[in-house]
């Protein structure tokens, strides 16, 4: 089975091969003029440099383990999810910011032959625009730079360059550039408005997170220019790492305000304890308390402070739950929760202004109805009534837990009503004063605190991989592009060629007859240019007269042997050679030195006599039939071979079809039988007339000559339908005048598994395709 198999593949490519392979000449043109499309495709092709960098993103889901160090010095640190910072990284805003930086707005470019090539750093001068919101938008500005006398000419116009100067198209700067490769050619600026090149860069970089596991971002972008694309994906990291780093100081500097605040008032009131008790001492001469009175003052001061730290929660809170209940504090900083303890209220807080950031940010570059935008809104909503839950459930038992203080201090009031007076308001001046001093040293303590997470502030980010293009341009690919100029011209050549034979109504392959009728092909005879129409003979070795031979010894396949000897030749119409082919048959056969006759049955058209060099004729065919002459006086020798005897047709009646159905057929059939080993029987075309299928009844076989590129497709098709009603017997085809095809000369093929190359002056033959019967 799998032998089989190769051998139907191997069949295959060598039908396509033989079949297409006599164009190539064509294939070459095409394939030329292929190739030359693609390179001038090339030459005006931009090259595209791939330019590529890594961020490290901290996400709150994914990389968690942050050392202990960064996290005791960054107090203020905020982790993120990585799909929002990727949002963030490709928002309209912050890639504006890197087009103003780096001046994209207003590219030079360089003119040339082919294509206009974009300059950066090696262009002579750099331009940029003191107001970039309010330049005039220019595609195509010429100009020139005269570094000899540090101008800039546009149109008649000279500008000097390192300073600020008024044009038609805003206030523009040009400034020198140093360069390895400078240019001498003709140059050129644009104006674009910053936002339009920002949504352009947005479109074209690519953010693609590492794993699902990593919290790590692939930053990638394409450009012609590859120091361009590396700038820009440098600058718009730098820029995404200082707006973390700004947020977090915004926080800081907000906590430290409301610490330094709170510091002043404490301070104050500490100030005014402490003078209030001197003036006491100073006049009631009240120098010390007894010890039963400072332990009353240690625990009432303990308890106290307890008490403030309730009342500073509580005071806490209630700004925390005014900024949840606000709405009109979008993008405004989180409040301080110094001294809430409670980890979930924090992490709840944080990710309401994360969100709340997000959505401004997103908010300025995409529509409000935005999918994005829609999610954070409803994240926003859902979020804010847990956070109020969760602050009345705190405020709930820090109420109970004060009420629970206030009743302890009660206790300690009206035990101290069992101390003298003097000593008595002594413990209770002594007593604000421990209050207002322990509150005054938390609250230092928390500014200290701050202080430190602002010094030592670290950014949400970190740079992994710092931005670097590829060494060779990714696009377009030369190689790819030129194997598919070949593969287009190869398709080119097959599709012209299949269209060229699908329209041709006559028949160009074997194939094709065999696809069209069952009746078997037993021969096939070559297309040869010669005036000579008898092309076998002694002493003849070429090709078509071998193949004359090889159809000789496929008689037998059709039943010819013994007693069988009568053959009728015919065709659809007339021009196929059913004449040629009957004549050089009967030679073929009269040269095993068996005796042949060749009888001329076609009295519409007879050319066989004259194919067979036969002249002189009184008596033929038509003289016998009409009764003027007997059997021996209308056989007569033919010259070309010894074996072979020829009836010629007579003289040409009206009614030759009638003549046909003459009883005197079957008698001179009887006779030549008994008198010869071959009987060749050339008959007129059955398309034309009835007379094949009249003689068929008294021969043995019948042979069909079908002719390359000249009988019709149709005529085969209906050859088997037309075979049941009227039978030719044991027909069976022989494939006549097959021509070389494409621009061969040398020989000829016809695809679909058979083909022949001959070269008579070599002396040498080659068969190509199936072997056996031709």
Known sequence: MQGNQNIGENNIIRQVWLKYFPYWPLFILLLSIAIAGAWFYLKYQTPLYVTKASLLIKDQNKGEDEARIAEALNQLSSKKIVENEMEVLKSKDLMGKVVRKLDLYAPVFEMGRFRDKAMYSNSPVKIEARYPDSIKVAKKVLFSFDSTAKKVSIGNVNYPVGEWVNTSYGELKFTPQQSSQQSTGSFYFSLFKPDYVAAGLVSSVSLIPASKQSSVIDIQLGDEVPKRSEDILNELMKLYGEATISEKNKLASNTLTWLDERLAVVGHELDSIEKKMQQYKASTNAIDISSQSTLYLQNVSENDQ?????????SVLDQVEKYVEDKNNSGSVTPSTLGINDPMLSQMLTGLYENQMQYEKLKRTIPENNPILLSLKDQIDKSKPGIIENIKSQKQNLEANKSSLSSINKRYSSALQSIPKKERDLIEISRQQVIKSESYNYLLQKRDETQLALVSSIGDSKVIDKAHSSIGPVSPKTNLIYLAAAFLALALTIGLVWLYESFKSTILYRQEIESYTSIPVIGEIMYQKTKDPLVIGSGKRT??????????TTLPYIGLSGGRKK????????????????????????????????????????????????????????????????QEDIIQKAEVQENLSVISAGWLPENPSELILSEKVPELMKYLSDKFDYIIIDTAPVGLLSDAYVLSAYCDATLYVVRHKHTRKASIQRLDNNNKIN????????????QSRGFGKNGYGYGYGYGYVYREGKKKKKLLGKTGIL
């Open 543 to 552: 090709f078509i007269a071998e193949q004359f031979r090889n159809l000789r």
């Open 567 to 630: 053959i009728q030749v015919t065709s659809s119409t007339s021009g196929e050679g059913k004449s040629f082919i009957a004549a050089n048959l009967a030679i073929g056969l009269a040269m095993t030195g068996k005796k042949v006759v060749a009888v001329e049955f076609d009295l519409s058209n007879p050319t066989l006599c004259d194919k067979l060099k036969v002249t002189g004729v009184e008596k033929g065919l038509a003289d016998y039939l009409t009764g003027q002459a007997d």
């Open 306 to 314: 307890r008490l403030g730290n309730v009342n500073t929660q509580l």
């Open 727 to 738: 039978e030719l017997k044991n027909m069976a085809i022989v494939f006549n005048g097959v």
